[in-house]
């Protein structure tokens, strides 16, 4: 026999205000980003940490709700590594 899986649904379109909330004050996407930054090593406060959530935040609020913690660490950390200038 197979095991219980929690599955939420989230039914409707997005209001104006939550097309355009900070993505830190909706609840189960503000832990995912906090998480997401914290695995990767930075304070959310600090100049690495703001870089990752502007690009977090500029991702599709509609895609935000069912992206996973992975998703968004790999969207945050790769994104402002790729805009690096290497001077050698």
């Keep these: 026999m197979g095991r219980a899986v929690r599955e939420h649904h ?11 909330e900070d993505v830190l004050a909706i ?3 503000g ?4 998480a997401a930054v914290h695995r ?4 959310l406060e600090s100049y690495t940490g703001q870089r990752m959530l502007e690009v977090i935040a500029e991702y599709p609020r ?9 998703l968004l ?3 945050a950390a790769g994104v402002p590594a790729l805009t690096q200038c290497h001077v050698a």
């Design 62 to 70: 509609e895609e935000l709700f069912w992206a996973g913690e992975d």
């Design 27 to 29: 609840p189960r996407i």
């Design 73 to 75: 660490h790999d969207l």
């Design 10 to 20: 989230f039914l409707g379109a997005l209001t104006r205000a939550a097309l355009h």
């Design 31 to 34: 832990r995912r980003v906090r």
């Design 40 to 43: 990767a090593g930075v304070h």
